[in-house]
């Protein structure tokens, strides 16, 4: 069953503007990751977020994590036709349990 | 260093049938995980490999199977498939346990 849960399904921006996604989910974290999926394609790792941490960048990218809320967001700056894909936030709750992704979010940008 | 490579990218096989999906994991990667895409289910856990040990292994019937070699090379095994087995299987590597996941470009399975 997945833990997490991306909102919105689906997105589609302008190129140049700004993209955010979020993800929530149900129980304790170690850590909350995100992945990106180009069509058909296997995923790539993008940023990982350890539970003790609030925000993490990395370029474009901007990650923050409410583990009151049991929620982080995904933004991406400046958006480029490129960084159309899917992107899947997953869970990891520690004791070398596996991995629970979401369904996540699936991004047009449009140039 | 070489990415994640799975065999075959695709393949088309009839119920009934069974099929055997391979994947290499990064040199020096221990664990591979196996994963199956689906749309409506989106990214399902299947199982966990460490050291040619099952460590994980998710809510799939035992028609589902895997095995890791001495050299971390994984196989997974389907047998008697079925409509609903048809989806993107995915293989990823990770050095010591379950974070960062790499993963492959995917098996493309149709059932028919």
């Known amino acids: 069953s997945q833990q997490g849960e991306e909102d919105p399904q689906a997105l589609s921006i302008q190129e140049g503007e700004n993209a955010t996604m979020n993800c929530s989910y149900k129980?304790?974290?170690?850590?909350l990751q995100w992945y990106r999926q180009n069509s058909g394609r296997g995923l790539v790792h993008l940023i990982l977020?350890?539970?003790?941490?609030r925000e993490k960048h990395s370029g474009r990218l901007r990650v923050t994590l409410d583990t009151s809320k049991k929620s982080s967001s995904l933004l991406i700056t400046a958006s480029r036709a490129a960084d159309t894909a899917s992107y899947f936030c997953?869970?990891?709750?520690?004791?070398?349990?596996?991995?629970?992704f979401g369904k996540g979010t699936r991004l047009s940008v449009i140039a | 260093k070489a990415g994640v490579t799975q065999t075959p990218r695709y393949l088309i096989k009839t119920r009934g049938q069974q099929v055997t999906l391979s994947c290499s994991p990064i040199?020096?990667?221990?664990?591979v995980s196996w994963y199956q895409q689906t749309p409506g289910q989106g990214l399902q856990f299947l199982f966990e490999?460490?050291?040619?040990?099952?460590?994980n292994k998710g809510n799939f019937p035992g028609r589902f199977s895997g095995r890791q070699f001495s050299n971390s090379r994984s196989e997974m095994n389907v047998s008697t498939l079925e409509l609903g087995d048809s989806a993107l299987y995915l293989c990823?590597?990770?050095?010591?346990?379950?974070?960062?996941?790499?993963f492959g470009a995917g098996t493309r399975l149709s059932v028919l």
């Open positions: 129980t304790s974290i170690n850590n």
């Open positions: 990823a590597s990770s050095f010591g346990g379950l974070s960062i996941q790499y």
């Open positions: 040199s020096g990667h221990r664990s």
């Open positions: 490999y460490f050291s040619e040990t099952q460590r």
């Open positions: 977020i350890r539970s003790n941490e």
């Open positions: 997953a869970t990891e709750q520690g004791g070398n349990t596996p991995l629970v």
